[in-house]
């Protein structure tokens, strides 16, 4: 279906978990690595409004309001780029100093949120 293929942006750990999660789930998704933390990307706008993702999933591999990707969403939307539905993941809000798996996004949460992003997705009449 059009407009149906999702598109994760993240970074870190963040790719990895993703890639498994896709691999489990079996749902069309590409996977961005955005490395740069201070900013977005010069590409990532450009390449989302191109491919004209249906859905677009940030994964901030931080602890919620620790990471840099909901600061992503505003300047994404300021360019114009976000596809019509789109969804920010992240770490649950734990302070861990020691970094124990539950500070961190898993694949499953990743899964979990591809799935219900993609019930979100607007569908073409085709």
Request: positive net charge.
């Amino acid at each position: 279906m059009a407009g149906a293929r999702l598109a994760v942006a993240t970074y870190g750990n963040g790719v990895v978990k993703a890639l498994e999660a896709i691999s489990r789930s079996q749902i069309a998704c590409d996977v961005i690595d955005c490395p740069l933390l201070s900013r977005c990307p010069d590409a990532l706008a450009p390449l989302l409004r191109a491919k004209a993702y249906g859905g677009l999933l940030l994964v901030d591999v931080c602890r919620e309001g620790g990471g840099p990707l909901a600061q992503r969403a505003a300047q994404l939307h300021d360019a114009a780029a976000l596809p019509p539905a789109w969804k920010l993941l992240s770490a649950p809000p734990t302070y861990n100093p020691l970094g124990r798996t539950l500070t961190f996004v898993s694949s499953e949460a990743i899964g979990e949120a591809l799935t219900e992003l993609l019930s979100q997705v607007p569908r073409s009449r085709a």
